[in-house]
């Protein structure tokens, strides 16, 4: 948590000369059920976002996953636009209901074919395959017998992370265990909002935990494997400040720094949960789920780390005043701790532009935590595209990303080990609850044609890529 003090110090101006340490790793990212579609293709079984997608009114515009951007069968020439684009690295999913259909047993010869076509599709072109083994598809099969609230799934997902590195091992060197699993956690437990779509907070501590114990579990799987793996895994963080200097809104940041940032790294680096946070959960839990030799396993030694960062968060505690105005939404899992907007621009997701908060998060983890070498994995940002001509002018997007790759560049000048970026995202895609109504893709995807078109940003970054920063 990071309380205000002085403004930060301002990125350098766009014109200015910068360069990335030689060797920076320049991609972009993706999710197999963002982009695959092809749900009943091959053997896969469904997933829990299939389910939750059939719930009505559970995502935005009603829409499903059953096409998405059809990448199942495009991958070639989605793979030549990242080529195009000179890009040299890609992160992207692997969907385990392709690969375990049934959630154990004999895995799916017909899915590892796909991620086999695809890997050695990008390696042909010179792309450096970063995958990423849970996304945020787990098989059905596997909720129906609990989910992330039992803990066999975590022995489940060591298995399929075994089961994928066996065959793509030979080629795929950089593996991340769990994508955002705060998000698998409470956005799915606790609001709701993600699937499997429950409302109960203590499911969501639960659910945290046998995630950190799948991710420990499959880290040891991929480090005991015949392959060398480079085994890392994703957070999704902020940098989160009060409100005020009242005791309210400084606890309320708190908790919310405890619940998004702490709650991981403490567990992943110190192989503790927080104490504080702790104390917070006791009035759902009483962790008594946790056995012996988890923490060992979820702190086990990573070789590299990815952060996600959008955003950053003010943090109001209810207890405090509140201005006169609508409230914002309480946030989930902290009900009396509130967001406040920052006064920034913001994106079409409500999200407040905040590049300083990257370099924040970046130099935070570094300094408290005994943290491996960090990757950039998603940055980006959803805006109201117009399109003209088929083409897409995106100026906000633009700036975005140049401001937001000034700001990493800023934290290493600081002494932060960052060695790459992954934009968020390649295309457009399904963005979960919000459908297909919200567009983070450098590549415009028109859904009726799925047809593919590179905007100004996917030139603009691939720009800074080649020259690997500003001339
Ligand atoms: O689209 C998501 C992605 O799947 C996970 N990180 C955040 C992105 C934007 O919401």
């Not at 086999?116 to 792309?127: F, K, Q, S, Y």
């Not at 200097?245 to 503790?272: E, H, I, K, M």
């Not at 209810?318 to 006169?324: I, S, W």
């Amino acid at each position: 948590m990071s309380v205000p003090t002085s403004a930060p110090a301002p990125s350098a101006p766009a014109s200015s000369s910068r360069h990335f340490p030689p060797g920076f790793v320049w991609g972009a990212a993706t999710a197999a059920f963002q982009i695959e579609g092809a749900t009943t293709a091959d053997g896969r079984s469904p997933s829990i976002w299939d389910t939750l997608c059939e719930r009505p009114g559970a995502v935005l515009d009603g829409s499903d996953g059953s096409v998405a951007c059809d990448h199942y069968h495009r991958w070639e020439s989605d793979l030549d636009l990242l080529a195009g684009l000179g890009l040299t690295a890609y992160r992207f999913s692997i969907s385990w209901p392709r690969i375990c259909p049934g959630g154990k047993g004999e895995p799916n010869e017909k899915g590892l074919g796909f991620y086999d076509r695809l890997v050695d599709g990008l390696l042909a072109r010179g792309i450096t395959p970063y995958a990423t083994l849970y996304h945020w598809d787990l098989p059905q099969v596997l909720e129906d017998k609990g989910g992330w609230r039992s803990r066999d799934t975590a022995y489940r997902f060591a298995e399929y992370a075994a089961i994928t590195q066996h065959r793509l091992g030979d080629r795929v060197k950089h593996w991340a265990t769990l994508n955002e699993p705060w998000c698998s956690a409470f956005l799915g437990h606790a609001s709701g909002e993600h699937a499997p779509g429950r409302t109960d907070q203590a499911e969501a501590v639960v659910a945290s935990h046998h995630l950190l114990l799948g991710h420990g579990l499959a880290t040891e799987a991929l480090h005991g494997g015949r392959r060398p793996a480079e085994v890392g895994v994703v957070l999704n963080h902020y940098d989160i400040t009060p409100a005020s200097d009242s005791p309210a809104d400084v606890d309320a940041a708190r908790r919310l720094d405890g619940q998004q940032n702490r709650w991981w790294l403490d567990a992943l680096y110190t192989g503790a949960y927080p104490a504080d946070i702790v104390e917070d959960f006791a009035r759902w839990t009483d962790m008594s789920f946790v056995q012996d030799g988890d923490l060992a396993a979820i702190s086990s030694r990573l070789d590299w780390m990815g952060i996600n960062y959008y955003s950053s968060f003010v943090a109001r505690g209810l207890g405090a005043p509140a201005p006169a105005g609508p409230r914002p939404t309480p946030w989930i899992g902290c009900e009396d701790v509130e967001l406040v907007p920052n006064g920034e621009p913001v994106t079409h997701m409500g999200w407040d532009v905040v590049p300083s908060g990257l370099t924040k998060v970046l130099e935070r983890i570094s300094r408290d935590y005994d943290a491996p070498p960090l990757f950039i994995t998603e940055n980006g940002a959803a805006y109201d595209d117009v399109v003209v001509d088929g083409q897409v002018e995106d100026p906000d997007r633009i700036a975005y990303i140049d401001a937001h790759l000034r700001a990493a560049l800023d934290a290493i000048d600081a002494g932060v080990d960052l060695r790459g970026y992954f934009v968020w995202s390649l295309m457009d895609n399904f963005e979960w609850a919000w459908g297909y109504t919200r567009r983070f893709g450098v590549v415009r995807v028109d859904y009726d044609t799925l047809e593919r078109t590179p905007k100004a940003s996917a030139h603009a970054y691939a720009a800074i890529a080649r020259e690997n920063g500003w001339a």
